[in-house]
């Protein structure tokens, strides 16, 4: 099957790698036998939609993410509405914030964001920079990562990850975090998050080919790379906080 990928304003919000979400995803479904095409929208360009299996945004520094909001302001519309039919997508690190109701920069400045949900952002002087380990009900398996953002969000109702065993959430210090409703997944973790946890990768390649109407396979085999390296950083970090406890 052919399958379509958007990737907005790759340009803009590119910080940690955030593209690595998008070729990952992209080379799991080629590795189950599917055309897979990504097709980059740059701000000043329409988001279509039509024909679209997954919608993608990557971190960005405060700044690019105020531009990208207000480029992407004008598909809001057609963005909640593809969320409600169900169409996948990803909001990695700061681009979480534009799904929310409003953004509150540090000088009080209030920004009306896309209103895919409830939320609210409010940025901070302080900046959060450490690792996360987590739960996601989705799965067994923790969610691991790193975040460097400043922002606390209040008001999440469905979060992506349900409790913090290291980190912070939305909106304190071993809180949940992220965002997930429906096929809509988001989270302020870097690493980027799908090559960090290919859990959450098969998930969202089960997303994916589902909105599709493709076959969706029991076992949904990733990157052996991924698969090692996932195993290396929940071992460092569980123990470490086997450390933290004694």
Known sequence: ?????????????????SYANLSVLRRT?????????????????????????FLYLGAGTERAQKAALEALTPDAGAIRQA???????????S??????????????????????????????????????YG?????PEPIVGFQNKSAVI???????LTGLSMGYG??????????????????ALTGPILVKNPALLREVTRRVLTYAGAEVPETIPVDGELERGYAVTAEELEQLLGQQAE
């Open 135 to 139: 739960v996601c009900p989705l799965f």
């Open 29 to 53: 479904l080629e590795g189950l036998g599917h055309s897979v095409a990504v097709k980059p929208v740059l701000p000043g360009e329409a988001v279509e939609l039509d024909g679209c299996h």
């Open 170 to 187: 939305n909106d304190g210090e071993k809180r949940p975090e992220g965002y997930q409703k429906g096929s809509v997944f988001a989270s």
């Open 83 to 93: 969320a409600e039919a169900g169409l996948p997508m990803l909001f990695a690190g």
């Open 95 to 132: 681009a979480m914030e534009l799904l929310g109701r409003r953004i509150t920069d540090q000088q009080g400045k209030d920004w009306e964001a896309l209103g895919l949900a409830d939320f609210l952002s409010r940025e901070t002087e302080k900046r959060f920079v450490e690792d996360v």
């Open 154 to 160: 209040t008001g999440i109702e469905t979060p992506l």
């Open 1 to 17: 099957m052919e399958l379509t990928l958007i990737h907005l304003y790759p340009d803009l919000m590119n910080l940690y790698g």
